[in-house]
């Protein structure tokens, strides 16, 4: 791919499929909807709708945190998790889905145990990893994972 072609990245806020030439990513594009940054350095807070929106429309792998509000390890894991968010965009988008808020979209993806994270790429699964890692552990297995 070349850094004019275009990729479709979804606003974390609106959920607007957008039109982003790859030389743009690293310059802070915003939403042609909504004009708020469609990158925020954070991980996104996902429901069932905009799971789907994100893991089908973004031409960006979607690095997903399946965990539960009870959870220690997924609670542990979180700050770890933001700062892989901080490390990894705009090249690939972090998100959560709550599990208890969310079970049949758990349970579609066989999440057997929490945290769970799953890359997708090209709306598929493209590789799992269950248990809670630090920062710099997500980050080289998203690397790895995404060459």
């Not at 791919?1 to 594009?29: E, G, Y």
């Not at 969310?102 to 090209?122: C, E, G, V, Y």
Request: contains cysteine.
């Amino acid at each position: 791919m070349n850094d004019t072609s275009p990729l479709h990245i979804v606003c974390p806020h609106c959920h607007t499929t957008n039109r982003v030439r790859t030389d743009q990513l690293a310059s802070a594009p915003d939403c042609g909807q909504c004009h708020q940054p469609l990158f925020a350095g954070a991980p996104l807070a996902l429901d069932a709708d905009g799971f789907e929106r994100h893991v089908q429309r973004s031409h960006i792998p979607v690095l997903v945190d399946f965990w539960a509000p009870w959870c220690g390890p997924c609670r542990a894991m979180a700050p770890a998790f933001a700062q892989a968010a901080r490390e990894l965009e705009p090249q690939v988008r972090l998100a959560k889905l709550d599990t208890e808020a969310h079970p049949a979209l758990a349970a579609r993806h066989q999440i057997r145990s929490i945290p769970t994270m799953i890359l997708f790429q090209n709306g598929r699964e493209s590789a799992r990893m269950s248990g809670a890692l630090g920062a710099a552990d997500i980050v080289r297995w998203v690397r790895t994972a995404t060459r």
